[in-house]
């Protein structure tokens, strides 16, 4: 995969803050939330077992993620941010409190690899503009890295991450299935 890189630090230092491994959205730039990265914090695997072994957070994938698929999922990230220099951020509010993940990730549907916009937001915090505003950061460190195209893969009956996606600007490209049959909506729009 050839992944397109920002100019320069100093193009992304425009949108986001670099600190060694932690990412900061300005927060000038979004009110609600900071976004923490943490591919080196296996500390974090709490917090995200806490997210998504949630069955309410989870309800539009075939279960909750275990504490081992947790793991491997941080895992993941990590090789995420080795190969591409972004991945998904955890979420806090300004008073430090977890409100969940989000980021951005290459992912295939029907063998063609884009760039994906994805968030999980914990119960208690979702429709309070959390994922709308950390999406939204993702969004435009998609666009100084240079990606032609965003995406994001939604159930359909997911009316919640819809919202979020529409309000980004994504609108329905497509509908497809798993290999397992699942019904999927690729929603996505033109960065440059």
Not at 3 to 11: F, H, I, L, Q, V
Not at 126 to 143: D, W, Y
């Amino acid at each position: 995969m050839n992944t397109p890189r920002a100019k320069s630090d100093d193009d992304v230092q425009h949108y986001v803050k670099l600190n060694s491994t932690r990412v900061n959205v300005r927060p000038d730039a979004r009110k609600h939330v900071q976004a923490h990265l943490s591919a080196d914090d296996h500390g974090d695997l709490d917090l995200l077992v806490t997210l998504l072994g949630s069955p309410e957070v989870m309800a539009f994938y075939p279960r909750p993620k275990t504490r081992d698929e947790v793991a491997d999922w941080i895992a993941w990230n990590e090789c995420n941010y080795a190969r591409d220099g972004f991945g998904l951020w955890l979420l806090h509010d300004h008073d430090g409190a977890f409100v969940g993940e989000c980021g951005l990730t290459w992912q295939q549907v029907d063998g063609k690899e884009d760039l994906e916009v994805g968030y999980h937001v914990l119960p208690e915090h979702q429709g309070l503009g959390f994922a709308t505003e950390a999406a939204e950061a993702s969004r435009e460190l998609a666009r100084v890295h240079g990606i032609p195209k965003l995406i994001a893969i939604i159930r359909p009956e997911n009316h919640a991450s819809r919202r979020v996606a529409e309000k980004l600007g994504l609108t329905v490209e497509k509908t497809t299935f798993t290999s397992t049959g699942m019904e999927f909506q690729v929603h996505s729009t033109r960065l440059r």
